[in-house]
Every structure is written in structure tokens, then in C-alpha cells.
């Protein structure tokens, strides 16, 4: 049992655009550490995780730890329902998820809980020599860029830049950022561009995206809440295909 | 022969939107009292009537009463293309109706009027024991959020609220309106969500309407212009669905 | 070899916007008089004529006069992902156009020319009769009133008004602009309304188009920049319908 009040309901709808295009079904794990979703698309390339702490949200009540499963198709459907200046509360009952509205209008929704228990997934440890903070918005529209040639990108990082780079039939794309860090290796990983486009879904989640990588290794994301108490990752594997 | 002129383009626009959506075909009364439009869908299940007096008009000319049989949709492409700021200028000659826009262009149209002149039909005298007044836009999201989850709801008016009802497979939606009136019953009734979507095509006509029903009872909304010399009425028959 | 820089990308946006839509593959012609495309499409209706002097350009390079030939489409989607304060920089190496963004991040894109190299094509000689200037958004939209009705429409020129007309089998359309120039003949001819639709995606270009015409001869549109030293040209066949 638990009851969440959110005021700031684009945090939810923003992390749950991007779960939604990545799986169709997700365990949410509400305790007292907070709101915390972890899953792993089915062919197991892209890990993705929320994690919520109890101070994001106006009030957090918790008394037993519990576990909800949810059809993320149908939660963003409710979500998306939400006006700018609605406060969002999120209860359960036997079988529902219940999504409180309150505005100038109260909107109750109920959603069917899914029976199913999955277990949650874990990520797993990696070590990423290199990582970079680049505004999350320009990373955004470079995918879009790369989009018209490719649907496989290069992530480069060197001592200067960050870059983003494809070749396609018809014509090649780069676009590089000065990250301005301490970095004295280069590192090189190439990714699937439509895999990047579902994770940068998130983008809305933070202006700015940490990204860690190394050679043929695969990318940690981390979307940060400006005040540290929420967090958006995803892991995303490599594409097999070799630098020519 | 008359000759109306209407400064305000989007009154036309907005009860033309909703018309249109409803029937094909409609008769226009033009006389001394003003521009009258009576209309019943084709299944019989929505009545519609537009009453606009001459006061609303910039002009208003009618030496002999006249009607005419419109193309709804044809009419509708027209007055789509009107700008915000253009005046216009309806009359008609032997087998036209005469659109003119005027503004930064002076632009005429003209669409063949229909030959066949159907009976204006007559809405149904109704007495619904309850009435309220509900910002249009208001009741218009709702039916969003119920058309997520079925094709009917139930419209329930009790002591202190106007609640939208509906249930389905996958989940269940309800929103609640503070009514402020003195009202000492509780009436419901079922509809098809669809049906009102198309009555409310004309919520920006007016940013209140006035609901009334009662059990199992034919809906009436009300739009009414604030000066009150115009008002745009619809009348929906109720689903047979028994509440469970 | 040439390095053209630009600062206003919408420029170059606009022109190939409309250039892209006449035909698929087209010749720039780079050298001290500034950047040239002339175009006919393959049912050899439309003419279209782009030149801007070496001024328009923040930067303008070209020491051996160069002609390359680039897929107008593949273009066109690079330019559209220019943002707004974005500089454009536009070179080329042995095989390539080389597009470059410089903003808050650098982007640059290669695009494979063209092999072939196609003539030029010369615009006939024309002498049109009478010319008038209108705003370009109001042709654009009348030719929107007009699509309702025909794929036609009869421009029409008279001592007072500059007029576009069109009558369809469901109905008619007529726009009229007061043109305040001293002309003392009247002009008609018939064009089609689609190709006209074509080349006034260039109506973003300049405010005001220059229409010149005559009786059954083809069109002259210009859209000139203010500055005087850009110009963007099409030449429209008339369709053979008489006037009834």
C-alpha cells in the first residue's frame, strides 16, 4: 500500500515515454528508499532504469514495501492525459493502479494491475574508462541527423570532443562538441541509432545527459534531476559492425 | 433573397464544425426573426438546432422569409478558409449560396445550393429535472479521458458534483465537477462518447453549457452566446446499457 | 573549389524547398557572379531560376568557376535540419557537397554528387504584356481557396485588380487584390493550380511577388530579396482550357 503526490507530473510522463517505447510490461518498486523501475527490453540490448527517492514528490507514503505491475502502454496513455497544472496522485487498490488528476477538474483513472511478478533486472557492472556531460537536447538532434543516413552511429570521445559520427550510401554526418573535460584516451563505440532515439525520449528528464563509454563497449546514460534525488540510466549494448 | 453580415467568422466556423459532423444536408430558415438551423442524424439519435438572431449579425437583410439546403461539408471547406480578421457576407442567387470573405482580399465563393428541401424537423419536448452549467472545455477533456477506456459514460448529477462515469476492459475513468447549485436528486444516464465528441465540436461556441438530463433520459446541452441572441442546442438519446 | 558562408540558412531553406519539388536532380553553377540554378522539370511546364550575387553570402570564395550537380532531395534534407541561428557553410571535395552547421554544436554533412553533368537549361524570352506586384501570402492562400474547387485557375489582370478564378463542378471561387498600378488592358490565361502551388513553397523568399503575364502566355513569377541581390525566377506554361 502507498500513496505518491507528484506536482510536477512531467517527470512521469517524460521517463515513462521513454520505458514505454523500450518494454511493454515493467515492475514498479515502491518502499521507503523511494519509487524505483528497472527493466530490460526483450532482446536484451537496452537496460533501463528510474529511480525516484521519496523527496521528489510532495508527499510519499510507504508503509509496506511493495510491487506493482504495469502495461506501460496503458500508464502513458493516462499520463498523457495530465494538463501542465495537475498534481498527480498514485495509489493501488486490490487490482488497480489508481491515477488521480487534481486540477479544476478531479480525474480518477484505474488501471488493471498485470498478475504477473517479473523479476527485476539488474544491471550489469561496467567500467566505462571515459565519460562526458553533453547538453541532452543537442545529443537529441544529432541522432535526428545521423537518422537520414544511417541506422548505425559512432560515439567518439577525445581529448577535445565528443562526437557523433555515420557514413551511409548517400552521404556521411559528424557532429562534434567541445566537452571541455580532462580526457587523454580516445574511445569509439558504435551503437543502433533507433535504440538511441527510444532512450532519448528521456531527454525531456534533464538539460544535461552524462554519457560514459569505451572501445566496443556499450553506453551508460545517466539523466540527472538538477536537485539529485531522481535519476534516469540506460545501458545500451554494441553494435557488432567494425570501424572500416 | 438576404443578406447577412457577420464579423465574426468563427461563430460560423464553430456551429458549422459540429453541423457538419452530424448531417450531411441541412436546411437554413432565413426570416425576420433570424438564420435557424434544425437537424437530425440519420440513426435518429442526435437532434441539433442553431438559433441566431439578427442582432448578432453586423447586418441583417430578409425581405421575404427564404430557405436553403446546404451541403454541410462543402460549406464547412469554405468558411475553413476564412482568415480571423475577414468579414463575412452570406447571401444567395438562383442555385447558389454566396460566401464572401473580406479582408486584406476580397474572396467569393459560391457552392450550388441542394434541391431537394427537406422538412425542418422539431425536437422532442423534453422536461429533464436537472440542469447545470459546466465549462464546455471541461466537459470536452473529459471526453477524452473517457474515450480511452469506452464508447459510453454515464453523465450522473448529484447534490454537489457532475461526474463523468465510464468503465472498461482495461480501466476505469471518472471525473468530478463542483456544480455549486442547489440540487436535491441524483439522475443518470448513459451516452455514447463519440456522439457527444461531435455535439462538442461546438464547445467553442460558448465557454459554458448547460447540461440537463434525468434517469435513463434524452441529454440537452446549451451553448448560448453571452449576449444571448444566439444559442446552439443538441438533444442525444441515452444508451440502453443498464449500469451493472 | 569554392567556400560559400551564409548566416541566413532560411535562405537557401526556402529556394531548394521550392526547387526540390520541381525536380530531382539540378546544376549549380559557382563562380564570381555568385551561386546560379536554373531548372526545368521534365514535363518542361515549370522553369525555375535561382541567383544570388556574391553579397548575399557572409563569405563568398571561388577562385575557378565550378559546376556540381546534387540530388535535390538529399539536399533538402540536410538543410532542413539547419536551426535557425545556425551558419551555413557549403564546399566541396572530389565527390562530395560539404554542408556545415556551425552553432552550439558543429555539424557537418556530405552529400554525393552527381555524376552526370546536365546542361543548363536558358528560360525562353518572354515579353509579357502587364505585371503586377501582390503579396506573396496572399497568392499562396488563394491558391489554397482555389485547390477546393479545380486543378486550374484563370489569373486575371484588369485596369484595378489583380484576380484569381476558378469554377469547379461543386462550386466557384474568385479572389480579388487591388493592385494600384496604372495598366490599361486585361490579361487572362489559365494555369495549374498544383505547379503554381509548387513554386510558391519559394513565397517565404520575398514579401512581394512580381506576376507577370498576358492572354494565354505563360506566367513570370519573381520574388526578389530586398537587398536586391538575390532573386529566385519561375516561368509557368498556361494550360490549354479556353474560357467558357
Sequence with gaps: MFKLVLSDVKLFKNSFEAISSIVDEVVCVIDSEGFRVTAMDRSHIVFCG????????????????????????EFMKILKRAKGNDTLTLSSD???????????????????????????PQPPALNPPVSVEVPS????????????????????VDE???????????????????HGENILEVVKSCYS?????????????SDIVEIALGNDMPLTLKFKLVSDDGEMSFLLAPRLEQDE
Design 137 to 156: 537536447d543537442l545529443v537529441n538532434e544529432c541522432l535526428k541527423d545521423m537518422a537520414l543516413f544511417s541506422e548505425k552511429v559512432y560515439f567518439m
Design 193 to 205: 541509432v533507433p535504440k538511441l532515439q527510444e532512450m532519448f525520449k528521456a531527454s525531456k528528464f
Design 50 to 73: 528510474l529511480d525516484l527517492k521519496p523527496t521528489v514528490f510532495d508527499e510519499f507514503e510507504c508503509t509496506v514495501p511493495d510491487k506493482i505491475t504495469i502495461d506501460t502502454d
Design 160 to 178: 577535445n570532443y565528443f562526437k557523433a559520427i555515420t557514413d551511409g550510401e548517400f552521404g556521411d554526418a559528424e557532429a562534434a562538441y567541445l
Design 94 to 120: 486490490e487490482g488497480n493502479v489508481i491515477i488521480k488528476f487534481t486540477g479544476d477538474v478531479d480525474r480518477e483513472f484505474k488501471i488493471r494491475l498485470i498478475d504477473i511478478e517479473y523479476e527485476s
